[in-house]
C-alpha cells in the first residue's frame, strides 16, 4: 500500500497546482478533455464526497472483497440515502491506483478501496473500475484500452455538459449496454469525480448523482469566451491554492 499520511509543505502544494493550471491550459489549447490535468491520489486524502440515491433495487445485496472474492457483509439502502466516501488514502492494484477511505451506504459502514467500490455498485464496465472517483490518466485514451477498444457494446461521449452542484460542468459520458448489465457513468474528468450514475446488473439497479464534494469542481460554459475560461480556471485554481495549504 502506498502510504500518502506524510505531510506535505506550501511550497509543494503552490507547485502541485502551478502544474495542475498548466494542464488546464494545455487542455483548453487543445480543444479537448484530457487526462493530463488529472489530480494524483495525495491530493484527496481527507477530502469528503457525497451522493444522493435516485432509486435502487429493493431487498439485500452481498458486498465482496475484491481481492479474494469473500463475502464481507450484506446491505441494503433506500431512495434518498446518502451515499458517503471520507478519503483517507489509497494503494494500487494491479498497477492502478485506487482511493482508500470510509464508505457509509444504507446500513452499510465500511473501509474500502474504490475498485471494491466500483464493483459492488456496478460503477465499472470489467476490468474497468471507474467507481465513486476514477484516476483515470488519459481519458481521451479510454476507447483504446481493454474494456472499451473494439467493444460494440460501449459508447464514450467526450463533450457532455452537464449542471451539477448549481453549476455548468464538462464532463465524459460512458455508456455500456450489453443485456445483463446496462451501465451509464457520468464522470468529471479533471478531478475524477463521479456526477451521476444510472446503472444494472440483472435483478440490482441503482441510480445516483453528486450531493456534495469538498473537491471543488472547475466549472465550464459554452457561452464564454477563452479569456474568460483563463480567468475562471485561475480563480479555480487560487480557489484550490487556499484550500489545500492547510497541512495534512
Known amino acids: 500500500m502506498k502510504n ?26 487543445g480543444n479537448t478533455i484530457t487526462g493530463s ?7 484527496y486524502q481527507n477530502e469528503n ?13 452481498t458486498w465482496y472483497n475484491m481481492s479474494d472474492y469473500s463475502t464481507i ?15 483517507t488514502d489509497w494503494k494500487q492494484i494491479s498497477e492502478q491506483n485506487y482511493l482508500l477511505g470510509d464508505l457509509s451506504l444504507g446500513n452499510l459502514t465500511i473501509t474500502t478501496d474504490n475498485q471494491d467500490i466500483g ?10 473500475y471507474g467507481g465513486l472517483i476514477a484516476l483515470e490518466q488519459d481519458w481521451n485514451g479510454l476507447s483504446g484500452i481493454t474494456p ?11 463533450d457532455k455538459l452537464v449542471t451539477v452542484l448549481n453549476q455548468r460542468v464538462e464532463a465524459i459520458e460512458i455508456i455500456y449496454d450489453e443485456g445483463l448489465q446496462k451501465t451509464n457513468l457520468i464522470y468529471e474528468p479533471i478531478t475524477g469525480i463521479l456526477l451521476s450514475a444510472n446503472t444494472t446488473f440483472g435483478s440490482f439497479w441503482l441510480q445516483m448523482h453528486l450531493n456534495s464534494s469538498t ?19 485561475s480563480m479555480g485554481v487560487a480557489i484550490l491554492l487556499l484550500k489545500k495549504k492547510r497541512i495534512t
Open 49 to 61: 464526497i457525497s451522493w444522493e440515491i435516485d432509486n435502487i433495487s429493493s431487498g439485500t445485496t
Open 148 to 158: 472499451f477498444t473494439g467493444n460494440m457494446y460501449v459508447e464514450i461521449n467526450y
Open 119 to 128: 464493483f459492488n455498485l456496478v460503477l465499472s464496465i470489467y476490468p474497468w
Open 215 to 233: 473537491v471543488p469542481l472547475p466549472s465550464v460554459s459554452q457561452s464564454i469566451g477563452f479569456k474568460s475560461f483563463i480567468v475562471i480556471s
Open 73 to 87: 457483509s450484506t446491505w441494503y439502502a433506500n431512495k434518498s440515502d446518502i451515499i458517503t466516501f471520507n478519503i
Open 37 to 43: 490535468a488529472s489530480f494524483p491520489a495525495e491530493f
Open 4 to 29: 500518502s499520511t506524510s505531510k506535505q509543505f506550501p511550497k509543494q502544494r503552490i507547485i502541485l497546482v502551478v502544474l495542475l493550471f498548466i494542464s488546464y491550459f494545455i487542455a483548453i489549447m
